[in-house]
């Protein structure tokens, strides 16, 4: 170390100007670094769920779901005219920024209706809006009624709009949010009345957060420094130099990520700081020392060399124990945590390569610049404290350990009530747009953040579209998930218009007919992928905090683990009696847990409406259907619907008779086809033509077969009164309910594998096809669960392994098991008061507040090694415990003060952070490190007194001897 | 206001090539091309692309009675064999379509004022395949000759209309609109081309019309298989009822 240091203050004029023009270089590559605040690029992309994710992204455009909430806030209702021109015009105008793979808004979402003119399917709203206030109320009043888009597109009260938008994956997200944003300024004048949510806007948010706390808070942490340090060594260069130290190894760091194209995230965007706290220590140290040799009278270059002599080994060793704790981190699952890991270590072996390499020449170069480095404390209120604290731990240090053991024991009490939960709308600021824009969000739409569940397979087949339907519902009632919305919706709702039946059509071709309508509507693409072969179940999740997702998302996965691989479609119609009633039983007991999750009824109350149910199945047999289909076929005959129009009602009710009694009467499994009923026709209508009786035939037994349905479907409803449905029924409940029950007496049902393999005997005959059935979460909420499920283990691996290796280091350079373990106590008290405050507090653990252990773990570990090396000097230097502790804390002691206030206190700054995140983790840390200098200054020196055994160098001869750092 | 399904679609069938002196007289004769006065019967394949990979393809059969009535039915794929929509422009005001579900058998009239929304997943709007009345829809900016054929730059006379206006290349021998730009605001949000030109007793139709939605990469061809003109067609097949005549 002495040739090493005596070589560079040889050089000291190359040695500075070549690591200026360094730092000029670095600087200027890392004032061009990029910034990624895309969360799914924070977990590995070997981790399943960030591959589904990107899957997902590919096959449906985009995951990615911008929202901009449209609130006139200018006295306009949002159904003006003027408030509705705007909303159209943007739905157009975002939809035509390239990378914008679909816009949806109640301008342009589908509308299926029955108007005068027809059933119509068109935009909601669309561009040509009523100028009266009555037309605009009517509109108000139809969109807001609208079952389908009311918490999706509009609000419940009718007063704000959702613009829903997607971008394409590969899209720079940060730039889509922009032109969003000045395409609105565009439309509307200004963004007033508009607030902009969602994953890409809080991502654009987070970057805006990110060049906001480098530019303007780091800079204020650094000021603040300057100032306690100022007041600290009342000289500029015990100013100056640490700080230098701190700005130059940041920017070499950021220059190089900047060089190795590593981008800042939200965690590498805080390295600086962590710099500050970390960097700025051994300049303190160093520069402390160098004041005490300039008071010893010593030259400015000779003042240096024996301070980086005496102090370069205890620098060196605190640096590695620092890298080492956030090398650890690379067992991260995170990427974003490893690359912190190991872009912290670069940073701290940078501010080493500093301290050794810079801080001496600069020192030796400016020290007329910069005074003479003598701080006045000649006896200063700080050291004359630091002699009354040696006195008393030296007094009273069993009573110090006592109330320590006390504290530790509070503190691990605090350990179990720690929740791992990563919240990321604190990656927000309260107060600021985005988190009114979030905070709307879960108020008036039930969230931003996407729950996405992929149905695989053939999205047209009706038996899919129905378990689709049926996890649908299932997402409904979990807690946090708000407004799943599917395909079926759509679907349902045609149906709805078209044959009053708000259900899945029964049939491939009645399926087929709908989607014909819809097909190419910009709300399928969301909805359904290439080809049909996959559906999106589209929810929101009403928090971004990984806690609240948690339970149900694992709740779902279960459900969904536990969907059969394959459905099987039974054809009732070819059954035995004995067949068909298995499969009405199994049909009444979906009907019973679907109408209990949507009625949300009672244990009791499902097994009783289950019960009930199947009843009214068994009961309904060919005896009750005779008399309907007598009644429908009669009614349709003498309709001018009916292909030939029988005027006479003694005809037409005769051959209802012979109608009814061909169907009822069909052999079991063969069901009637037209042409045997065309033929039992011929006797009553001689007049007309074979092709005629055929058409009839045809439409006389999907008549007939209708009015069963109906009759079964009323049958199973009137089940469905009190005690079960006490409530005045609503139209829109009545809507559901009805399209519960109409399925459960479908004609074609889709039933599990294991079902028909209990009971393949009787249902084979009518088995009609197998559908392959895949389902599973996707998109945004896994890839931020399973952060929260890889956080908490990480981080105890990471804080095990960190400890471990320092006790490690600290075993053999100080030679003693006894003094590892003694050094490393306030450090490993300071992390688990950090941990009793997040369990205290009810702070969740998150990448943040999981890394202030890191932190804490590296600078408390610095404290500690400089404290006892001095001591151990000044022991075998004294020769006495007492005279040894109050040098040490009069030096050492107060160096440390001197870092922990400052820097302690300078991460409070950060509250006044762009993010809450950034602030929890700048208070929390601030603290830890107040505490670690209380406790290595109390504990410590406490601990060493004690393991001595007495209050001379005899007793503790054995710390001082073959002090390699003394 | 002449609202032509089929030939819309197809840019079917003949024109005569007389000779046009002004843009107004040619853009006339296309009309007149697109959608001569005849009764036809026609089978096409149609295939959709939906720009993420995915095509499929239906069988069409269409028919034709003079230029005011029109029906037509899917053959394929078979779970929309016999889905059905019949137009019926003969009342300008009040223009009838119907559309017709076999598996609900029920046929269901559609509000005819939807006529900007797409027209299953083709591409085209109602709009797009109902009115091929160029003369009261555009005026014509410009035209020249280029080569053989015409191009026209078209403006909508409509207010509120789809379309701001159209860019227009008519084929010079057959005077069928072979490439059709539909603009909004300056862009073009639709083209339809003619690949392939064919002749049928006497009738000039277009025999391949590629549909594109620039941006989207949606696409749909349309290929006529079989054609038959001047084909008597029978009043009643264009009824509500007939609808359901199907099996």
Redesign the interface.
């Known amino acids: 170390m002495h040739a090493l240091v005596t070589w560079i203050l040889r050089h000291r004029i190359a040695v500075v100007l070549l690591i200026t023009a360094l730092t000029g270089f670095l600087g200027f590559k890392a004032w061009k670094i990029q910034i990624n605040t895309d969360f799914v690029t924070y977990l590995s992309n070997d981790s399943e769920v960030v591959q589904e994710f990107y899957r997902a992204g590919e096959v449906f ?1 985009s995951n990615y779901l911008a929202m901009v909430i449209f609130d006139p806030s200018d006295g306009r209702p949002l159904f003006s005219r003027d408030s509705l021109t705007i909303l159209s015009e943007l739905t157009a105008r975002y939809g035509d920024i390239e990378g914008v793979t679909s816009v949806l808004s109640i301008a342009n979402a589908a509308d299926v209706k029955e ?1 005068p ?7 909601l709203v669309g561009t ?1 809006i009523p100028e009266g206030r009555p037309d605009l109320d009517d509109l108000r009043s139809y969109v807001t009624a609208k079952e389908l888009y009311r918490g999706i597109l509009l609000d419940d009260a009718g007063e704000s709009a959702l613009l829903l938008l997607t971008f394409e994956p590969s899209a720079d997200h940060m730039a889509l949010a922009e032109r969003v944003i000045s395409q609105t300024t565009a439309a509307n004048g200004s963004t007033e009345g508009f607030y902009f949510g969602g994953m890409p806007f809080v991502m654009y948010s987070m970057s805006q957060g990110i060049i906001s706390n480098l530019s303007l808070l780091v800079p204020l942490i650094l000021l603040f420094l300057i100032v306690v340090l100022y007041f600290a060594f009342r000289s500029l260069s015990g100013v100056i130099f640490p700080l230098l130290v701190v700005a130059v190894s940041a920017v070499w760091a950021v220059g190089i990520l900047s060089l190795l194209d590593v981008p800042l995230d939200i965690l590498t965007a805080i390295m600086p700081v962590i710099l500050i706290a970390m960097g700025s220590a051994d300049g303190i140290h160093l520069m402390k020392k160098y004041s005490e040799e300039r008071r010893g009278g010593r030259r400015p270059t000779e003042a240096m060399r024996e301070s980086v002599v005496e102090l370069g080994v205890p620098i060196l060793l605190t640096s590695v124990t620092t890298m080492v704790g956030f090398a650890s981190l690379v067992v991260s699952d995170f990427r974003i945590i490893k690359t912190f890991g190991l872009a912290v270590t670069l940073a701290i072996f940078l501010a080493l390569v500093v301290t050794i390499f810079f801080l001496p020449p600069l020192a030796a170069l400016l020290s007329r610049k910069t005074g003479n480095g003598v701080d006045n404390w000649d006896d200063s209120p700080a050291e004359r404290l630091m002699d009354r604290l040696s006195g008393y731990i030296h007094q009273k240090k069993k009573e110090i350990l006592i109330a320590f053991g006390a504290l530790t024991t509070i503190a691990v009490a605090g350990i179990p009530l720690i929740t791992a939960n990563v919240d990321w709308s604190l990656c927000l600021a309260k107060n600021s747009k985005p988190y009114a824009a979030e905070m709307m969000l879960r108020d008036r739409f039930g969230g931003s953040l996407p729950l996405q569940v992929s149905v695989k397979g053939d999205v ?1 087949d009706p038996a899919l579209l129905q378990t689709i339907q049926h996890i649908q519902e299932v997402a409904g009632t979990q807690p946090v998930i708000e407004n799943p919305r599917s395909v079926t919706d759509l679907l349902s709702e045609m149906n709805y218009v ?2 009053d039946t708000y259900a899945i ?1 029964d ?8 989607w ?2 819809i ?3 910009e709300s399928m ?1 969301q909805f359904v ?5 996959e559906a999106l179940i589209q929810g929101r999740v009403t928090s971004m905090a990984t806690a609240d997702m948690s339970a149900s998302t694992v709740s779902m996965g279960r459900y969904l683990s536990e969907l059969p691989s394959r459905l099987f479609v039974i054809d009732k119609r070819l059954l035995n009696p004995q067949g068909r009633l298995v499969v009405s039983r199994l049909q009444a007991n979906v009907a019973a847990e679907r109408l209990s999750r949507y009625l949300g009824l009672e244990e009791n109350e499902r097994l009783e409406l289950g019960r009930r149910l199947k009843t009214a199945v068994v009961r309904s047999g060919p005896d009750t259907q005779r008399p309907v289909i007598e009644s429908a076929v009669s009614s349709y005959l003498r309709s001018d ?1 009916s ?1 030939i129009t029988i005027s006479r009602e003694e005809t037409a009710r005769l051959i209802a008779t012979a109608v009814a009694e061909v169907i009822v009467e069909a052999p079991s499994g063969s069901p009637p086809n037209p042409d045997d009923l065309a033929a039992e026709l011929a006797p009553f209508l001689p007049e007309t033509t074979e092709m005629d009786r ?2 009839l035939a ?2 006389l037994l ?1 008549e007939a077969e209708r009015a069963v349905r109906q009759a079964k479907d009323d049958a199973l409803l009137s089940q469905l009164q009190r005690p079960v449905l006490e409530k005045p029924s609503q139209a829109s409940i009545e809507k559901r309910v009805g399209g519960i029950v109409h399925e459960a007496t479908s004609e074609f049902a889709p039933i599990s594998v294991n079902d028909f393999t209990q009971n393949e005997s009787l249902l084979k005959a009518g088995l009609i096809r197998e559908v392959p059935l895949e389902a599973a979460l996707t998109g945004m909420v896994p890839v931020l669960t399973e952060m929260e499920n890889r956080l908490l283990p990480t981080q105890i691996q990471s804080v095990a392994i960190t400890l471990g290796v320092i006790l490690l280091v600290l075993v053999l350079v100080f030679k003693s098991l006894k003094l590892g373990f003694v050094a490393l106590a306030p450090t490993l008290l300071t992390v688990l008061t950090n941990f009793a405050i997040l369990g205290f507090a009810g702070i969740g653990l998150d990448s943040f507040t999981a890394l202030i252990a890191s932190a804490v773990i590296g600078l408390g570990i610095d404290y500690a090694i400089h404290l006892v090396t001095k001591f151990r000097r000044e022991l075998a230097r004294t020769g006495g415990s007492e005279e040894a502790l109050r040098i040490t804390l009069r030096t050492t002691g107060v160096a440390i003060v001197i870092n922990a206030v400052s820097v302690g206190i300078g991460f409070e700054i950060l509250n006044f952070a762009a993010g809450q995140h950034i602030r929890i983790f700048g208070g929390l840390l601030g603290l830890s490190l107040l505490a670690s200098a209380a406790y290595t200054l109390i504990l410590l020196p406490a601990l060493l007194l004690a393991i001595g055994g007495g209050r001379d160098s005899r007793s503790l001869g054995h710390l001082s001897k073959k002090g390699a750092l003394v | 206001m002449k609202k032509l399904l089929v030939a819309s679609l197809l840019f079917l069938l003949a024109g005569t090539g007389a000779f046009a002196q002004t843009g107004e007289d040619i853009l006339a004769n296309a009309e007149a091309a697109a959608n001569p006065d005849t009764d036809m019967e026609a089978v096409l394949s149609m295939t959709i692309s939906d720009g993420r990979g995915a095509s499929e393809t239906r069988s069409v059969r269409m028919y034709q009675r003079g230029s005011d009535q029109f029906l037509m039915r899917f053959l394929s794929p078979a779970d929309i064999r016999g889905v059905a929509l019949l137009i019926d422009v003969q009342d300008r005001d009040d223009d009838l379509i119907y559309l017709y579900l076999p598996a609900f058998r029920r046929e269901r009239r559609i509000a005819s004022h939807v006529k900007n929304e797409e027209f299953m997943g083709t591409g085209l709007t109602y709009e797009d395949i109902a009115e091929i009345d160029y003369s009261d829809t555009y005026e014509v900016v410009s035209w020249s000759r280029t080569g053989p054929d015409y191009a026209l730059e078209l403006r909508s006379k409509k207010e509120n209309s789809t379309y701001d206006g159209a860019r227009m290349v008519v084929d010079g021998e057959s005077y069928l609109p072979v490439r059709t730009e539909l603009l909004q605001d300056g862009s073009v949000v639709k083209r339809l081309t003619v690949e392939d030109v064919g002749r049928h007793q006497g009738y000039w139709y277009a025999a391949k019309t590629v549909v594109e939605l620039p941006g989207s990469g949606r696409r749909t061809v349309m290929e006529i298989e079989s054609i038959e003109h001047d084909a008597s067609l029978d009043g009643a097949l264009f009824s509500v009822r007939s609808l359901r005549r199907f099996r």
């Open positions: 455009e108007t003119y027809g059933i119509s399917i068109e935009d040509e047209t078209l044959n059509p049939t491939p071709e009645g399926v087929a007919g709908l014909l309508l097909d190419g509507e693409d992928g290439p080809g049909d072969q619907r292909e055929l058409w045809d439409s999907f």
